[in-house]
């Protein structure tokens, strides 16, 4: 795996463990203030920083998954910008949700990668339209 | 708007037309051979050309929509990668399905834009989960 394939995939776990504590801070502090963000519960695309943090305020405390398994993490880098995808399942209550996520990461000019796109949603959410 | 913006815009769109009139190519011929892939109906990732191939020629000349519209086009691009995000209303049969879609774009050696990345859900697909 590459230098940064680690770095990037060591960052979302990261931010992954706080988020299944309720602390949804692990991702607003690596998202770059002109992030793009879509999850399964939005009615549009929401931009910027300031409206993740809005949304993601709403949820803080409120969700707790006891674990995780991410699956097949990749990660595409060329120069200063990187894709992530995976699959991940959560474990909650007994019950596993499936996602499917997306995250593109730039690198900043002093160094620091910084998410700039975020795409969750449900895998397999629907058989057939 | 950006140059960049204006070409892989563009592309997109050409290639959505294609798609409404049930043609797959649009988008394969525009995706680089190395392409992830997430829809609404897989089970896991979809990795490579070849597979993304295999599960269009499923539905070649099965989807057919009456018309659609792009919602807010927004491209983040840095060197030779761009990052297209926009919600899509697609109507079919006095239906509207709306989607979120994130496509990652790559400038190959050949200057030639190809698309890396692509992530198709449905917007709103849960309220709560």
């Not at 999850?39 to 409120?62: A, F, H």
């Not at 595409?76 to 699959?87: E, I, K």
């Amino acid at each position: 795996m590459s230098e940064i394939a680690e770095i990037i995939i060591k960052m979302e776990i990261t931010a992954l463990e706080r988020w299944n504590n309720g602390d949804p801070s692990g991702f607003l502090e690596i998202s770059d203030k002109d992030v793009v963000y879509f999850d399964p519960m939005t009615e549009l695309r929401i931009d910027g920083l300031e409206s993740l943090t809005e949304l993601y305020e709403n949820i803080r405390g409120k969700i707790f998954v006891e674990k995780h398994k991410m699956l097949n993490p990749k990660v595409q880098s060329l120069d200063r910008m990187a894709v992530l995808t995976y699959n991940l399942e959560s474990y909650v209550e007994n019950k596993v949700v499936k996602w499917n996520c997306t995250e593109v990461y730039q690198r900043q000019s002093d160094e620091k990668w910084k998410i700039i796109q975020t795409h969750w949603s449900l895998t397999n959410a629907v058989k057939e339209l």
